[in-house]
């Protein structure tokens, strides 16, 4: 059975930063063969695409987030970070991560359908 665990939420200021986990686990699980992403959903919202990091380490972001938040992964840990820096209140939702195999991620990173595993998530408040 595959996990996902994120970590790291919490309340931050305007401008502030956090860094969230991802930590993946299962006996048949291989990290290094996923394409791993991260969503966001706020209150009363759809959940939305924030970025993805390709099983090879290459990231893709979301117009919202580009420039401000940094995927990155280390496969020897099973584990994913999102680093978000210059938050704004309008950042605050759940925060999850994602992972689906690399071949079917591909072509659609954003559409939540292609992903296998999603963690349970981990709140960000971001205030103004």
């Known amino acids: 059975q595959v996990q996902l665990v994120e970590s790291g939420g919490g309340l931050v200021q305007a401008g502030g930063s956090l860094r969230l986990s991802c930590a993946a686990s299962g006996h048949t699980f291989t990290f290094s063969s996923y394409a791993m992403g991260w969503f966001r959903q706020a209150p009363g919202k759809e959940r939305e695409f924030v970025g993805i990091a390709w099983s090879i380490g290459s990231t893709y972001y979301a117009d919202s987030v580009k420039g401000r938040f940094t995927i990155s992964r280390d496969n020897a840990k099973n584990t994913m970070y999102l680093q978000m820096s210059s938050l704004k209140p309008e950042d605050t939702a759940v925060y999850l991560c994602?992972?689906?195999?690399?071949?079917?991620?591909?072509?659609?990173?954003?559409?939540?359908?292609?992903?296998?595993?999603w963690g349970q998530g981990t709140q960000v408040t971001v205030s103004a």
């Open positions: 994602a992972a689906g195999l690399q071949a079917s991620v591909v072509l659609a990173p954003r559409n939540q359908n292609k992903y296998d595993y």
